[in-house]
């Protein structure tokens, strides 16, 4: 199975938060109205959305939307 058209001839720029490790979210300019989204170790799975899709997506997982129980409970622990 081939992988996203996008993932081989797009320029990727790297989360500047990424690791050598190669565990990396990687964005790309995906037309006028549009940008990719990958993980560096999965290269042919690319999620294309608008730029204000991807802006509410971002501020969910700042805002700690999508973390589990454990992420959570670390969070309300006092320090």
């Known amino acids: 199975?081939?992988?996203?058209?996008?993932?081989e001839k797009t320029i990727w720029q790297k989360s500047s938060y990424s690791q050598e490790e190669g565990e990396c979210v990687e964005l790309a300019?995906?037309?006028?109205a549009a940008v990719a989204l990958r993980e560096s170790d999965h290269?042919?799975?690319?999620?294309t959305l608008r730029p204000t899709v991807l802006g509410a997506l971002l501020r969910g997982v700042k805002a700690g939307e999508f973390d589990g129980p454990a992420a959570r409970a670390r969070r309300s622990?006092?320090?």
């Not at 199975?1 to 993932?7: D, I, S, T």
């Not at 300019?29 to 006028?32: E, I, L, S, T």
């Not at 290269?43 to 999620?47: M, T």
């Open 1 to 7: 199975m081939k992988g996203h058209p996008l993932a």
């Open 29 to 32: 300019a995906a037309g006028p």
């Open 43 to 47: 290269p042919g799975a690319v999620l």
């Open 77 to 79: 622990r006092p320090h």
